[in-house]
DNA sequence: TAGATTGTTAATCGATTAACAATC
DNA sequence: TAGATTGTTAATCGATTAACAATC
């Protein structure tokens, strides 16, 4: 039974807390306050009582959350409780280097499978992985159970790349390329361009020949 | 003269606005609507004229807005008239990824040098950059300008990077490692962890063995 | 018991959307 | 002129924060 519908702004910090979390765990840090949570993550310490309190009570008043617990209840709303297998089309320098980071092993996320749609990449290795053709998509993907999608292909071939997994059944991509993808509403997209980021990040620039000094008014 | 402070959610909807504007350029569309813009982009056609209006008033009653005349504008509020330069650590996959991004050109990023703290890695290449070792970092960063740090290094390092970044006066840090850095205020961070992406999405999937209809309730 | 800290309600703040006068 | 669409104000919606009773 779900409870009133989890906002994205909420599910979106989960990971940011188990990632502070996890690494308080290896140093052997038993219990942690909000306060202290907040602290080290620059949010409100009520904000994230909030957003742990939708899925349950995971804390001691008086005395706040053991880290471990906190952990294994955060991987459970995630999933990656269990093992969730990805499949990645586009064996490209960035392809490469995401099968290199399954080091997300440790979150129970494997990529499992690689595709590309150049035949010049068929048959070739990512680390133990041979690169496979997009015929295979829909076939591996069910025999594997695979769950996710995540494309690296350049941006003109996303689309078709994205209807072959939602055609192959994935309920999740994650998308790399440049391009704004239309998939049916309950395949979950989540956009991962980088070039995006860069350019806002450039908002934030001081303007060549402009003051940097904003505090000339208060 | 900054208008009422800009959001980081108006922000962050720009480099979207200036994708399909780019992409309705290279089809000759000479105008577009804020309706049609929400359309393409599932947002509100009263959000994208509030966001535009934020900055001037680019449009035109009855017409709507021109597209080459806003590519401009949008170009020159992210500041990407100008061509901005940036410097990488971390000559890994990932580096390498990025780096062959240099199809950035077309938004005026540009890498214009790379680093990494693995002496096995200095003095290899990638494209036509050669990898230089961080004791390098403070000086090209203000030989050649660079405003902008990408860190592509293991967590574990990413924070000492930073550090080096700020200190030889980059102005905005694009933070690729799964580590949350403290900067100065005034270093404009923008994280692009993807191994919290993939966890936020798996949070979407359905759990195995629950029931997939949630239609049952209306 | 006194001190700390949760879970939760109420207050505040900010972002999105609707509505419409202005005008092309 | 009639139709379309902006820029902007007002209304709504949702998210964050403050406050505090409950309780360890």
Same mark, same amino acid.
């Given at each position: 039974m779900k409870q009133t519908k989890i906002s994205e702004a909420v599910v979106r910090r989960l990971p940011i807390y188990l990632q502070v979390l996890n690494e308080?765990?290896?140093?052997e840090i038993q219990t942690v306050s909000s306060q202290e949570l907040g602290y080290k993550l620059d949010l409100n310490p009520a904000q994230i009582r909030k957003d742990l309190a939708y899925f349950g009570e995971f804390g001691r008043k008086g005395i706040g959350y053991d880290v471990q617990y906190l952990i294994e209840k955060i991987r459970q709303i995630l999933k990656v409780d269990q093992t969730i297998k990805v499949?990645?089309?586009g064996a490209g320098n960035l392809g490469h280097a995401l099968c290199n980071y399954n080091k997300y092993s440790k979150d129970n996320m494997q990529i499992t499978a690689v595709f590309d749609v150049l035949p010049s990449k068929i048959g070739s290795?990512? *680390?133990s992985l041979k690169v496979l053709p997009m015929s295979e998509l829909a076939r591996v993907v069910a025999e594997q159970n695979i769950r996710i999608g995540i494309i690296t292909v350049p941006a003109f071939e996303a689309q078709n790349v994205a209807n072959q997994f939602v055609e192959a059944g994935v309920e999740g991509i994650l998308n790399f390329a440049p391009a704004i993808l239309r998939v049916p509403d309950e395949v979950r997209?989540? *956009?991962a361009d980088f070039t995006k980021e860069l350019l806002s990040l450039a908002y934030y620039l001081v303007r060549e020949g402009e003051a940097e000094n904003e505090s000339d008014l208060d």
């Open positions: 308080m765990h290896s140093r499949a990645l089309v290795h990512i *680390n997209i989540q *956009n």
